[in-house]
């Protein structure tokens, strides 16, 4: 090991902790999933979905598509994802609902498109997704595809900058280390704190008989490799929606506490220049489609 990953490897066994119930357990996470996925509509409006044909893109097991569905207000909801296990867990959560069966339905999206016809859909919601799209120009041209004149794209996203935006916190629970110690220190301290026998792994870890998967974390490198979090920062988010046809009608960030003192200073870090980002810990953004 080189002094990075010395470094990053000491610093997240100090701080590692034992996974919450929620992430141990199957049904406590697809739990939790909903829980989060829920409040991520809190900063937008019931409202948005009036009469409109709505697309959840990267819907998972469909826990907003049968929430707005329950709201009684969308015309239409279709859901998209690439991710066939947990769109058969949406289609049998729909074969009990029979109530929303002529307005929901969900199809198996591609990393090149989406099946869907052109200016088809009004609203696009996609939560917790956008930094997990490895060509977000192609998606993003892809919305503006599918999106109608005066169409609308409702965002909660977590950027790459961000304290926790590499996603390895379950193995490498320290802020910002993709900043202080580089994605291949990361990489390494998290393959060797996988094999840790301390380490107790989450549940997409773990085969049905109980036992650990092999170390997936020893074959990758680098985001890229891994091809599940694609580093994109604010400023080249921007620059893309205005190649795509998009606008941006709102852009907020919010940093790294939630009331208080830690809050006052998350807002007095994000202002600065340059560093800013690095203090935001999610956005929440609406773009708008020009209705001519």
């Known amino acids: 090991m080189n002094l ?35 409040a991520s509509w809190r900063h937008f409006d019931d409202e948005e979905l009036l009469g409109l044909d709505v697309l959840d893109f990267g819907c998972g097991a469909g826990q907003l598509a049968f929430h707005f569905a329950s709201k009684g207000l969308a015309r239409s909801i279709v859901g998209v994802d690439i991710d066939t296990d947990a769109l058969a867990r949406a289609e049998r959560r729909l074969a009990q609902h029979p109530e929303y069966a002529e307005i929901v339905r969900f199809v198996e999206g591609d990393v090149a498109g989406m099946p869907l016809a052109d200016e088809s859909v009004d609203l696009i919601t996609a939560f917790d997704c956008l930094e997990h799209v490895m060509d977000p120009a192609a998606i993003l041209a892809d919305w503006e595809r599918v999106l109608r004149p005066g169409g609308r794209v409702l965002i909660e996203w977590f950027p790459y900058k961000g304290p926790w935006g590499p996603h390895m916190e379950a193995l490498v629970p320290v802020p910002w280390a993709h900043v202080l110690f580089g994605e291949k220190a990361m990489f390494r301290t998290a393959a060797t704190i996988y094999d840790d026998p301390d380490f107790v792994p989450r549940h997409w870890d773990m085969n049905e008989d109980g036992s650990k998967k092999p170390n997936k974390w020893a074959q990758w490198s680098s985001f890229a490799e891994q091809g599940y979090i694609n580093r994109l920062d604010i400023a080249t988010f921007r620059r893309m929606v205005a190649d795509h046809g998009l606008r941006i009608d709102r852009l907020e960030r919010s940093g790294l506490g939630h009331a208080g003192a830690k809050k006052a200073i998350g807002n007095a870090l994000m202002a600065l220049p340059r560093l800013g980002e690095y203090a935001t810990s999610y956005t929440v953004i609406a773009l708008e489609k020009p209705a001519s």
């Open 4 to 38: 990075r990953t010395l470094a990053c490897t000491a610093l997240s066994k100090r701080l590692m902790t034992p996974p919450q119930d929620r992430m141990a357990d199957v049904g406590g996470y697809h739990e939790w999933r909903d829980e989060a996925l829920l």
